[in-house]
C-alpha cells in the first residue's frame, strides 16, 4: 500500500507549497488531510492513522510538540520549523526529521529518502525526546522573524524588519511594507501572536505597527495620538485603550 501523509500547518501558503513538492518529489505518498491547527492535527491524526506527519511546532491549538507525543509509536515524525539550524542535533536523534522554513527542495529530498528509509520499520517512541526538543528551541526564537506572502502567482519571502504595519482587512490582514502592500489569509490577532511584542505595537484595533518604523507621534488638541510612519504618508490611529503606550515615552 502507499503510504499515507497529514499536513499540520498554520500558513496556508506553505502549506500548500509542502503538497506540491511532496507530490512532485514523491508521488505515491497519499496526503490524507490538511489542517491549519494543532486541535485539527490530532482529529486528523486519529481519523487517519497517517503513515507520516509534517507537523508545525507553532500552530493556533496544540503545539506540534504536543501532537508528537500524540504520535509516538503511531506515526513518523517531520516537524517544519522555523527554528535555525542550532536545534538539528535534537532534531537528527534519529526519531524525528525536520524542514527549517523557509522550505528547500535539496532539504526535502533528503527527508523523503529518510523517511523511505524508517517506512521499512516502525514508528519510534517520541516520549522524552520531546522535552529535548522543548529545551533546544530558544525562548528568542519564539517569535517569527519572516513570512511568506502571496506576490503574483509566486511567493515572496519577507521579513519583519520590512513590514511598517499590519491592517484588520476581515478575516484577513494588509501589510504594508515601504512600498507594497501584501494581503494575507490570517486575522490581525493572529499575526499579532506571531509577532515579537517587543517591536509589534497594536495601536488600535484595527492596526498594529513596527515600533521602528515610527517616525512622529502628533498629538491632537482632544488628547488623542496619530501615527507618522518614516517610509509612508498615511497616519495610523491611536485608540484610547493603547494610547498609555504613548503618554510614557
Given at each position: 500500500?502507499?503510504?499515507t501523509?497529514?499536513?499540520?500547518?498554520d500558513?496556508?501558503?506553505?502549506?500548500?507549497?509542502?503538497?506540491?513538492a511532496?507530490?512532485?518529489?514523491?508521488?505515491?505518498?497519499?496526503?490524507?488531510?490538511?489542517?491549519?491547527?494543532?486541535?485539527?492535527?490530532?482529529?486528523?491524526?486519529?481519523?487517519?492513522?497517517?503513515?507520516?506527519?509534517?507537523?508545525d511546532?507553532?500552530?493556533?491549538?496544540?503545539?506540534?510538540?504536543?501532537?508528537?507525543?500524540?504520535?509516538?509509536?503511531?506515526?513518523?515524525?517531520?516537524?517544519?520549523?522555523?527554528?535555525?539550524?542550532?536545534?538539528?542535533?535534537?532534531?537528527?536523534?534519529?526519531?524525528?526529521?525536520?524542514?527549517?522554513?523557509?522550505?528547500?527542495?535539496?532539504?526535502?529530498t533528503?527527508t523523503?529518502?529518510?523517511?523511505?528509509?524508517?517506512?521499512?520499520?516502525?514508528?519510534?517512541?517520541?516520549?522524552?525526546?520531546?522535552?529535548?526538543?522543548?529545551?533546544?528551541?530558544?525562548?528568542?526564537?519564539?517569535?517569527?522573524?519572516?513570512?511568506?506572502?502571496?506576490?503574483?502567482?509566486?511567493?515572496?519571502?519577507?521579513?519583519?524588519?520590512?513590514?511598517?504595519?499590519?491592517?484588520?482587512?476581515?478575516k484577513?490582514?494588509?501589510?504594508f511594507?515601504?512600498?507594497?502592500?501584501?494581503?494575507?489569509?490570517?486575522?490581525?490577532?493572529?499575526?499579532r501572536?506571531?509577532?515579537?511584542?517587543?517591536?509589534?505595537?497594536?495601536?488600535?484595533?484595527s492596526?498594529v505597527?513596527?515600533?521602528?518604523?515610527?517616525?512622529?507621534?502628533?498629538?491632537?488638541?482632544?488628547?488623542?495620538?496619530?501615527?507618522?510612519?518614516?517610509n509612508?504618508?498615511?497616519?495610523?490611529?491611536?485608540?484610547?485603550?493603547?494610547?498609555?503606550?504613548?503618554?510614557?515615552?
Amino acid at each position: 500500500m502507499n503510504p499515507t501523509a497529514v499536513i499540520a500547518e498554520d500558513e496556508p501558503l506553505l502549506r500548500a507549497e509542502l503538497r506540491d513538492a511532496l507530490e512532485s518529489l514523491w508521488p505515491e505518498l497519499q496526503v490524507r488531510a490538511e489542517v491549519s491547527d494543532g486541535d485539527a492535527a490530532l482529529l486528523a491524526l486519529q481519523r487517519h492513522e497517517p503513515a507520516i506527519l509534517f507537523l508545525d511546532i507553532q500552530m493556533p491549538g496544540l503545539s506540534g510538540l504536543e501532537i508528537a507525543e500524540q504520535a509516538s509509536g503511531r506515526s513518523h515524525v517531520v516537524f517544519v520549523t522555523a527554528y535555525s539550524e542550532h536545534a538539528a542535533t535534537a532534531f537528527e536523534q534519529g526519531a524525528v526529521d525536520y524542514i527549517v522554513k523557509p522550505l528547500s527542495t535539496l532539504r526535502l529530498t533528503k527527508t523523503v529518502a529518510r523517511l523511505k528509509e524508517r517506512l521499512r520499520g516502525p514508528p519510534a517512541d517520541l516520549h522524552g525526546l520531546v522535552g529535548l526538543l522543548q529545551a533546544a528551541v530558544p525562548n528568542e526564537n519564539r517569535y517569527v522573524h519572516w513570512l511568506t506572502v502571496p506576490h503574483g502567482r509566486e511567493l515572496r519571502l519577507l521579513t519583519t524588519d520590512e513590514i511598517c504595519y499590519l491592517r484588520a482587512a476581515n478575516k484577513y490582514t494588509s501589510v504594508f511594507t515601504r512600498n507594497s502592500e501584501y494581503l494575507v489569509t490570517h486575522t490581525l490577532k493572529h499575526m499579532r501572536e506571531k509577532l515579537d511584542p517587543q517591536m509589534f505595537w497594536q495601536i488600535h484595533r484595527s492596526f498594529v505597527v513596527n515600533v521602528r518604523a515610527i517616525q512622529t507621534i502628533h498629538r491632537s488638541f482632544h488628547g488623542s495620538f496619530e501615527v507618522q510612519l518614516r517610509n509612508r504618508c498615511e497616519l495610523l490611529p491611536v485608540s484610547s485603550a493603547y494610547s498609555h503606550l504613548f503618554k510614557q515615552l
